[in-house]
């Protein structure tokens, strides 16, 4: 336990073998959630942890009762919810808050809804915004209030009511690197001073260092669909100290939970699983060519290797910023990812050091042999008596496996990576794919040595030649 910390007592809200699975417009299942048990007790702060994609903020809606599991439970009290939580108040990222009332008035809706006589609302109301420090602007309109202060009459109406757990959904991650900061210090000495009215916090982070820095204990979680991967204690005393060894060391450990075991299986395997991978088994990262090649540059100025956290600190990228550039060059085989530390390959020295023309050659190469999606557009291009096919077969199919919003994601990702490898084109005018002539050589040279055709990606279930199909999760969305 924290020196000075309050003691962890009863249980407030638990969570049994939560699952969530969507269906998408086509009747596709979904899958969001996988079976997440844990318990939030009276007196912590628990940070719920992952990288985009992970369901963090479907699990504290889950939590808040706005939406219900698929599967599993979720109890408050010991009572099963049936509808929204009586326990519970949220701040959101967006802020949310109404833009024709003042300060004040947005502070008491929670009150209003709660049916609190009008003289009480009007009390309680001044004194939380007397206490997240916005103390003279009660009678001001959000436009006129900084993104910082906005944030704090989120806050304000939060603790309004007195919740037994205050659920934060990314609330700093709208805001500037200071005033996310200075909102993070004044939260932990409201929780230390015992000033704030609540009895837990339940924060979603996709910020490692944020979740180090507020939580007494960070849930880890896996993505696609989301599921408990770790549970960590940070036995570490408030105001915690970035430039402390612990603190630095147990940093680096979430790091290589996060990062360490997905990419060094997929580097292990980059020879031979993506030759039979689909687009839903290793969908693309979000990763532009040339943010992959500025990491890869890194990289090499720092003589091949170096930590992750490291290389986030001294870029200012959180997690969310750093990560798909990583999967990226793992992925490809440009780099390889283990104990929190990215090191380049021989094949990553080879594309950074070439000239222009060369690294297209050798991209375009990696990209049609190990990046799914993009060789089974080429594929599916080669097919064709003319090279050319509409984006919406893609799109529909990937909508098999995804969102229609990941779909054009990943799709869209593709397509920067074919055209940097000079793969093939694409008219956004109206909606083509169209074969570079190159491409159709490199295929042919890119067989495999027993002679066996690749996979077929005209096939009718999946653009890579087998269907994606509901298990393969909501994959590569931001």
Excluded at 20 to 30: E, M
Excluded at 32 to 41: C, E, H, K, N, P
Aim: proline residues 7%; contains cysteine.
């Amino acid at each position: 336990m924290t020196a000075g910390a309050r003691s962890p007592g009863p249980v407030i809200i638990e969570a049994e073998h939560v699952t969530k699975t969507f269906i998408t417009p086509d009747g596709q299942a979904l899958p969001v959630l996988d079976g997440i048990s844990f318990a939030l007790r009276e007196g912590e702060i628990v940070a719920l942890l992952g990288k985009s994609g992970a369901g963090k903020s479907t699990l504290l809606r889950c939590i808040a009762g706005l939406i219900a599991p698929s599967a599993g439970t979720v109890t408050y009290r010991d009572t099963p919810l049936t509808g929204a939580n009586p326990g519970v108040a949220m701040v959101f990222q967006s802020f949310a808050l109404l833009p024709w009332l003042t300060v004040q008035q947005n502070v008491e809706l929670s009150l209003q809804a709660r049916n609190v006589p009008e003289a009480e609302r009007r009390e309680r109301a001044l004194k939380a915004i007397d206490l997240i420090g916005l103390d003279g602007f009660e009678g001001a309109y959000p436009k006129e209030l900084s993104g910082g202060m906005r944030q704090r009459v989120g806050f304000a109406r939060g603790l309004v009511v007195e919740p037994d757990a205050l659920l934060m959904d990314e609330p700093f991650s709208a805001l500037d690197v200071l005033t996310a900061e200075n909102l993070r210090s004044e939260l932990v000495g409201l929780w230390e001073g015992h000033d704030a009215p609540v009895k837990s916090i339940l924060i979603v982070t996709h910020n490692i260092e944020e979740a180090v820095l507020l939580a007494d204990r960070v849930l880890v979680l896996s993505s696609n669909p989301g599921s408990l991967q770790a549970e960590l204690a940070v036995e570490l005393p408030r105001p915690r100290d970035r430039t402390d060894p612990a603190f630095e060391a147990l940093v680096d450990t979430v790091y290589g939970i996060l990062t360490g075991r997905e990419a060094a299986v997929q580097a292990a395997a980059a020879p031979t699983v993506p030759a039979l991978a689909t687009p839903g088994d290793l969908p693309l990262p979000e990763a532009s060519v040339g943010g992959l090649a500025g990491l890869l540059e890194i990289l090499l100025a720092r003589g091949g290797e170096d930590g992750l956290a490291e290389i986030a600190d001294d870029l200012n990228f959180e997690i969310d910023d750093l990560l798909p550039l990583v999967d990226a060059t793992v992925l490809l085989g440009l780099a390889t990812v283990a104990d929190a530390r990215i090191a380049i390959t021989e094949e990553g020295r080879e594309f950074t050091a070439a000239d222009i023309l060369t690294s297209k050659e050798h991209f375009a190469r990696l990209a049609a042999t190990r990046a799914p999606l993009v060789r089974a557009i080429v594929q599916g291009l080669a097919a064709t008596e003319d090279g050319t096919l509409r984006e919406g077969l893609f799109l529909d199919l990937l909508r098999r496996g995804f969102s229609a919003e990941q779909a054009r994601n990943q799709l869209e990702t593709a397509i920067g990576w074919g055209r940097y490898g000079e793969l093939f084109d694409y008219n956004r005018d109206d909606g083509r794919l169209l074969l570079e002539p190159g491409a159709r050589t490199l295929l042919q040279s890119s067989a495999e040595p027993s002679g066996a055709a690749p996979p077929a990606a005209s096939g009718p279930d999946s653009p890579g030649g087998s269907e994606s199909g509901p298990d393969s999760g909501p994959g590569g969305g931001r």
